[in-house]
Structures are given as structure tokens and as C-alpha cells.
């Protein structure tokens, strides 16, 4: 982009002006905005929902990303063999990578923040920080699905953890959860809005912590390949977006987006989409034209939804009202977990299903699910 743009960018969106902190109050609100938690070492200390007013304003750039720039530097997670079903070939995952730091630390990881809370993990020249719940019986000889998980701007870990019910969640579908912090550098982001959708440049180290954590955590707990699945919401959602578009979704079975997509904004900044050899399913969920908070979500979301669709990958989209904000999805009443149709389309959605398919194609979307979600056509 050019600097005369950047600068008209900031000045619609108020880059350099402080983002507002969340009412720590928690409860009540339910949006997707910041969520000024601080941290405390590893963890956090956020408690409340985010604030949905607050300013998840950005998902601009300095640069204008071209479709090459998805991050060739980070290696490719090859191609994986051919395998059968029914006669149909299908794809298979390629082996869990191998750690770039050599030997992988001792990992915390059980079913809560406290047992799961990881601090100083080595990547990339960095030291990160994250959240890692393991339920019980995930071993090497067992292993279990994993689930990758982004916050939203200004957020935390911990507001992920709290606010999809992690802790109920991995307990009850019986998979791993990984929730990655953001980067920091001497008490500043390295990112200005969390993660690198905008700094495509810098993306290789999101892109390596992601094939680091997957190493690692697979080497002590145990990770089933074909079971790799990242979701994300809002900043995260771009995140997971801009990650579908690189070579290290070669990894990933199926992903989930929250308010995300293939964001744009003033016609100076935009993801583009890449073609992809692994037809990866994808659930796209949004708060309709209203949500909006910088970018334009609805439209981000529907250009992802039909780009996905056009390269042959399956796809449920889910369609709220309620703009920007958590989606509404009614209390479980059998004592289960907020989000049980988000885990149950993780733990339907494997690798290697044949391009475009979901067996919700047939079955329809389960009742965990709102009636305002469906499989595209």
C-alpha cells in the first residue's frame, strides 16, 4: 500500500488512538471487541465477556498483500499420499512436523487453564505463551483430535478458553485444545491487531508456532493427523482465514470462523483468496449486515464462503442477526456444553472426506446447531 493510503486508512479507523478497556465487570455483554485483559505471566486475567462497543477496529495494513504472499517461506507440509474409501481416492495428511527447536520442552497440559497454562515456549526466536487442555487418556498410543483456537483483538487466551466453555468442551468431545497467545515484544504487539492477516510478511512465525505447537503437543500427548482442526474469531477469525491460504492448511481437516473472512477495507487492503489442493470443509458464521466493526464482516464472510465454495471445498454457513457480536446460540438444557454444533462439525469433518462433501449434506446440520445454519449448495 501506498504511505499516502496508510495514512487515509489510519485516519478512518483511528489507528493510533487507544483502544478502550473492557468493563471487568464481565457477564453481561457478548462481543467481539477488545478485551483489555492484562496478562500475568503466562496467563491472564481477564473475566468478563468482551465488550462489544470497544474497537476490534482493525484489520487494515501498511501493505497491500498479493496472492503469492500467503508466506512461501514456511515450509510446505508436502503432499500427502493417496488412501481409499468405498473406491473413492482420497487424501491423506501428511505426518505431524518435527519441532524446529530440536528437543520439545516438557509441556502443562489437563483439562483446565490452571493444569494447562504454558509460559516461555520457544518459536521462532520467540518465547510464546499459551493454554493447552488435554482431556484425560490422550497418549501417543491414543491419540486425540486437536483444536486450535485465536482470540479476538485485544483479547486473550483465556477469553477464548472462557468464552467457547473449553474446559466443558474437551471433556465432553474428548479432544485437545490448543489457545495460543499473541505475540509481544518488550511489552508492545508485535502485530497491530494481534495476528499477522496484515502483516503478511511476519506471518511465518504464527505460521511456525501453529507446525511447532502441533509437534510438540504431539510428541507428549498424543495427535491424531487427521484430526487437526483451527477456529477463530473475529481478529482470530481473519487469522484463521489468512492461515486457510497458506500451505500449512495442508495440515488442517476443517476450519471455523467466527465474524472472519476474507476481510477488506477501503479498497486498500484485503485477503486474497488461494486456491488449495486439500478441500478442507469450513463453517463460516456472522451477525449479517451488521457486523461491522471496521471491516465489513458480512461482506468478508460471503466472499469466503463463495471463494471456498468455487475452489470445491464443502461449506455451513450460519447467519445471525446480532452483528458483531458472540453468536446467539440457545443453552444446552441436557447440562452440555454453549458451542456443542461447533465440536460435533470438528468431529464430523475429518481429513481426507472427497472434495466438497460433508455427510451433513444428507443428514442436515444437527440439532446442536441454530435453525440459521445450513450447508451451502
Known amino acids: 500500500m501506498k504511505k499516502l493510503g496508510f495514512v487515509f486508512l489510519c485516519a478512518a479507523l483511528s489507528c493510533g488512538a487507544p483502544l478502550p478497556a473492557t468493563d471487568a ?43 503469492g504472499a500467503a508466506d512461501a517461506s514456511v515450509p510446505d507440509a508436502g503432499t500427502p499420499d493417496a488412501g481409499t474409501d ?59 483430535p486437536v483444536v486450535f483456537g485465536y482470540h479476538w483483538l485485544n483479547a486473550s487466551g483465556n477469553s477464548v478458553v472462557e468464552d467457547a466453555e473449553l474446559e466443558s468442551a474437551v471433556l465432553q468431545y474428548h479432544f485437545i485444545a490448543v489457545v495460543p497467545e499473541n505475540l509481544m515484544n518488550g511489552g508492545n504487539k508485535a502485530y497491530t491487531f494481534d495476528w499477522p492477516f496484515v502483516e503478511v510478511m ?27 482442526h483451527v477456529f477463530g474469531a473475529s481478529a482470530g477469525g481473519l487469522w484463521t482465514t489468512s492461515l486457510s491460504t497458506t500451505p500449512t492448511v495442508d495440515r488442517v481437516a476443517s476450519v ?5 473472512g476474507l476481510g477488506e477495507v477501503l479498497g486498500v487492503w484485503s485477503i486474497p483468496w488461494v486456491a488449495q489442493p486439500n478441500k478442507f470443509p ?25 471463494a471456498l465454495r468455487a475452489d470445491g471445498h ?18 444446552p438444557t441436557d447440562g452440555g ?12 469433518h475429518p481429513y481426507g472426506l472427497p472434495p466438497g462433501t460433508s455427510p451433513w449434506q444428507s443428514a442436515g446440520v444437527p440439532a446442536t446447531l441454530p435453525s440459521y445454519c445450513s450447508v451451502v449448495p
Open 314 to 331: 464443502s461449506v455451513v454457513a450460519c447467519t445471525h442477526t446480532e452483528g458483531h457480536k458472540i453468536p446467539p446460540f440457545p443453552p
Open 256 to 260: 471455523l470462523v467466527v465474524s472472519g
Open 86 to 144: 468405498g473406491g473413492a481416492v482420497l487424501r491423506q495428511p501428511p505426518p505431524l512436523p518435527s519441532y524446529s527447536g530440536g528437543t520439545c520442552p516438557a509441556l502443562n497440559g489437563g483439562p483446565t487453564r490452571a493444569q494447562g497454562t504454558n509460559t516461555g515456549f520457544p518459536s521462532a526466536g520467540d518465547a510464546r505463551d499459551f493454554y493447552l487442555l488435554v482431556p484425560p487418556g490422550c497418549t501417543t498410543a491414543t491419540p486425540c
Open 202 to 228: 511476519s506471518a511465518q512465525k504464527e505460521l511456525r508456532l501453529f507446525e511447532d505447537l502441533l509437534a510438540c503437543v504431539g510428541q507428549q500427548f498424543g495427535v491424531d493427523p487427521r484430526r487437526v
Open 25 to 67: 465487570g464481565g457477564g453481561g455483554d457478548s462481543g467481539l471487541g477488545a478485551d483489555a485483559g492484562p496478562r500475568d505471566g503466562g496467563g491472564v486475567t481477564d473475566s468478563g465477556l468482551p465488550d462489544a462497543g470497544s474497537a476490534d477496529a482493525g484489520n487494515t495494513d501498511a501493505g497491500t498483500p498479493d496472492a
Open 337 to 348: 456444553t454453549l458451542f456443542a454444533g461447533f465440536w460435533d462439525f470438528f468431529r464430523d
Open 282 to 306: 469450513a463453517f463460516i458464521i456472522w451477525g449479517g449486515p451488521a457486523d461491522w466493526l471496521a471491516v465489513d464482516f458480512h461482506r468478508a464472510s460471503q466472499r469466503y464462503r463463495d
